[in-house]
Each structure stands twice: as C-alpha cells, then as structure tokens.
C-alpha cells in the first residue's frame, strides 16, 4: 500500500497469479478516485475510475473496491502479465470535481515474476 | 490525435537558468494542468487552467509561471532554475474537470514527460 518515505511500496507476484494494490486515501469528502499505472520512463495512464457511490467497479481484468469507512481503495488484477508490470498510482478529488486537480498517492511497485 | 505532447524529454541547467517547458494537446481539452514528480512520491499539481485565458495555482506554484493563451498549449515556465526543481514534469489534460460529470470525458490524459536536472 502507500507509505510516505523515498522508497515505494513493491508487491511482487507469479505471473498468473492475481494481485491487490492497496491505498489509503485522506480525505473523508473525496468523492471520486482513479487508479493510474505507469511504466518506467513514462506518464501516468489511465486505468480505472469509481465514484464514492459505488463500491465495486469492474474493468478488463481489474476491479476496483472502496471502502469508504476505512477510507480505503484497492485494485485487483487478475491473471497478472508481464505487462502488467509497473508503479501504480491512487489518486483522489473531491465532490465535483475540484479545479485544483487529483491529490496523488506515492505509489506501489508491481513486479510480475516469471 | 497525437495525445498530450511535452519538449523537451530531458533538460539539463544551472541554477539561475531560465527555460519554458512545452505542453500541447490536440483533443480540444479545456482543463490542462502541470504536475512534477519526485522520487518516492506520487504528483504534485503546479498549476492548471480551466480554459483558456485562465490559470491558478496549484499545490507547489512557487517559481513557475504558466500561461494559456490558446486551448491547445500549456507552457510551464521556470524563472531562476534552483536545484530543488530538479524533477520530473508532466502535462496532462482533460475535456472537464477530473472527476467533475462522472464521465470518461473526466480522465487526464498524462504527456510523456520532461526531465529536468538543474546544477
């Protein structure tokens, strides 16, 4: 999950296995949450999106769960691939969409073992 | 649609050095934002622009200036490069505000960076 501290997190799996990257987020009244991943030398891409009034969100291949009471995100993906490897970012906003943009998480590294 | 676009990809200054960093996007986006990031930390928002004409600070604006004369560029302008501005910069845009309608309009779509090291 999301630490502070320069280095990040780093969840290692078998490929094929399925993973769960955790975050905490911190505001109570955020509203909106996205996960992003990013590969070594480049930007943030998007991957999935859930409002606060939803729980559970499914994509391809990944699945996102909120908790709001614990204030607490994850990603699942399932049948890990070696492309799957890289950081991923939690980012939340605020109800309407607050002009000042997404606060960012630090991260967790997703090494994908063969 | 070429996306986001950002040059330079790397940038090397010494300190007191002046440079623009360059962010265009052709997917006629209204909001455009600048973020940077450091090791070990997830981004900061310097600042961002709901339109064009029209721009605010965000997180981490001291010693940048940003401009938004047309919808399509977003340049981020260092003053007097300092060492602490050695980072990692991204460009992002998006239809509306991030999660603003709910809608897939709402994502950032993230250029490739540029690295900046100031000496």
């Known amino acids: 999950g999301e630490s502070v501290g320069l280095h990040l997190p780093t969840l290692s799996v078998q490929e094929g296995d399925n993973s769960i990257i955790n975050c905490a987020y911190s505001?109570?009244?955020?509203?909106?949450f996205i996960w992003y991943k990013q590969e070594s030398g480049k930007g943030p891409q998007f991957i999935i999106d859930?409002?606060?009034?939803?729980d559970k969100r499914q994509g391809q291949r990944v699945t996102v769960l909120l908790n709001k009471t614990v204030k607490h995100l994850s990603l699942q993906i399932a049948a890990t691939q070696p492309g799957d490897s890289a950081v991923y970012f939690c980012?939340?906003?605020?109800?309407?969409?607050?002009?000042?943009?997404?606060?960012f998480g630090k991260g967790t590294h997703l090494i994908i073992q063969p | 649609n070429a996306g986001v676009t950002q040059t330079p990809k790397f940038q090397v200054l010494k300190t007191g050095q002046s440079m623009t960093l360059q962010c265009a996007q052709d997917m006629n986006h209204e909001y455009m934002s600048w973020y940077r990031q450091d090791p070990g930390m997830g981004l900061r928002l310097i600042h961002y622009?709901?339109?064009?004409?029209?721009?605010d600070q965000g997180e981490v604006p001291n010693g940048y200036n940003v401009s938004r004369s047309t919808t399509e560029d977003f340049p981020l302008r260092l003053l007097s490069a300092a060492p602490s501005q050695t980072s990692v910069y991204f460009c992002?845009?998006?239809?509306?505000?991030?999660?603003?309608?709910?809608?897939?309009?709402?994502?950032?779509?993230f250029g490739p960076g540029t690295r900046l090291t100031v000496l």
């Open positions: 505001n109570s009244a955020s509203d909106y």
């Open positions: 992002a845009s998006s239809y509306s505000l991030p999660g603003g309608y709910g809608t897939s309009t709402d994502t950032q779509y």
């Open positions: 622009s709901v339109g064009a004409g029209i721009t």
């Open positions: 859930i409002r606060s009034n939803m």
């Open positions: 980012a939340e906003n605020l109800s309407g969409g607050g002009a000042d943009g997404l606060t």
